[in-house]
T-cell receptor
Framework: KNEVEQSPQNLTAQEGEFITINCSYSVGISALHWLQQHPGGGIVSLFMLSSGKKKHGRLIATINIQEKHSSLHITASHPRDSAVYICAVIRGGGATNKLIFGTGTLLAVQP | DTEVTQTPKHLVMGMTNKKSLKCEQHMGHRAMYWYKQKAKKPPELMFVYSYEKLSINESVPSRFSPECPNSSLLNLHLHALQPEDSALYLC??????????????FGAGTRLSVL
């Protein structure tokens, strides 16, 4: 079983819809990242969270440390939001800081 | 400037060739990373440099040889690669390797094809 699980694996939405992508993890963490990757392209870091909630434009990320769960929300979705969204965690108290990646959520927003 | 620049964008090489991938950042970051990403899979960490010293080597075959000539530059030297090494190679950097300074900024990647 992966240490970081994402759901759904694939998501198709209509333009304007509110989108939620979920991430659950099974290890203690020091931080959680949400990343965006467009097809064939590099990765953009959207958020780094260790508690609470962060907002940037139409994107909102929340984390519940007790439940080991994070969500990424996209309001008023747009076709340009179509991408793979990846959740990644940094294990807490570890000797290394390497990211443990989820398998990603492929989002397609249709006009 | 929050940019990590990778060159070349695309590379095709034969199994007997020697080539190098280059990564550059001018954000004053002291940690730099190489990742390998196969299609529809998450990135896999290969190497981490911290203050120009190799900090993590994830048991990568010796046909991949990293080099960090200075704090802004990271190279990945390739020799005698196999077709299964074809992938997207991503470079990233962060202010430090630990804690809240560990937001990693990724480059656009080099798409490598080994024939």
């Amino acid at each position: 079983k992966n240490e970081v699980e994402q759901s759904p694996q694939n998501l198709t939405a209509q333009e304007g819809e509110f989108i939620t992508i979920n991430c659950s993890y099974s290890v203690g963490i020091s931080a959680l990242h949400w990343l965006q990757q467009h097809p064939g392209g590099g990765i953009v870091s959207l958020f780094m969270l260790s508690s609470g909630k962060k907002k940037h434009g139409r994107l909102i990320a929340t984390i519940n440390i007790q439940e080991k769960h994070s969500s990424l929300h996209i309001t008023a979705s747009h076709p340009r939001d179509s991408a793979v969204y990846i959740c990644a965690v940094i294990r807490g108290g570890g000797a290394t800081n390497k990211l443990i990646f989820g398998t990603g959520t492929l989002l397609a927003v249709q006009p | 400037d929050t940019e990590v620049t990778q060159t070349p964008k695309h590379l095709v090489m034969g199994m007997t060739n020697k080539k190098s991938l280059k990564c550059e950042q001018h954000m004053g970051h002291r940690a730099m990373y190489w990742y390998k990403q196969k299609a529809k899979k998450p990135p896999e960490l290969m190497f981490v440099y911290s203050y120009e010293k190799l900090s993590i080597n994830e048991s990568v075959p010796s046909r991949f040889s990293p080099e960090c000539p200075n704090s802004s530059l990271l190279n990945l030297h390739l020799h005698a690669l196999q077709p299964e090494d074809s992938a997207l190679y991503l470079c990233a950097s962060s202010q430090d390797i630990r804690g809240t300074k560990n937001i990693q900024y990724f480059g656009a990647g080099t798409r490598l094809s080994v024939l």
